[in-house]
C-alpha cells in the first residue's frame, strides 16, 4: 500500500492471535512467501525485545499510514 511519503510494506508486525483473526474475513491464499524484508525486520522486533499488536490490523495500518501521510505535501484537489 504506498503513501503519499513512498511507505510500501512493513517488514514485520506481530499480533495477537484473536486480533489477527478478527481481522480476517476469508484466506485468499496459502503458502506465499514473506517479503524479501521480512527476516530483518523479525530480527530488529527479537533485538528489541518488541511487542504484539492487539488491535486490528486496520487500526495497526492507520497507525502507520496516518502519521506518514500527515508528512506528505499537500495535493492539489482535482477541478470538478
Known amino acids: ?17 484473536s486480533a489477527l483473526v478478527g481481522s480476517l474475513d476469508r484466506l485468499l ?3 506465499a512467501a514473506p517479503s524479501a524484508d521480512f527476516e530483518r525486520g523479525y530480527q530488529a522486533w527479537k533485538k528489541a525485545n518488541g511487542g504484539i499488536f492487539t488491535i486490528g490490523v486496520a487500526q495497526v495500518m492507520a497507525l502507520f499510514v496516518g ?11 482535482p477541478a470538478t
Do not use: Q, V, Y
Open 67 to 77: 502519521p506518514i501521510d500527515m508528512l506528505a505535501p499537500a495535493r492539489p484537489t
Open 1 to 17: 500500500m504506498p503513501t503519499a511519503c513512498g511507505l510500501s510494506g512493513i517488514d514485520h508486525a506481530s499480533f495477537e492471535k
Open 29 to 31: 491464499a496459502s503458502g
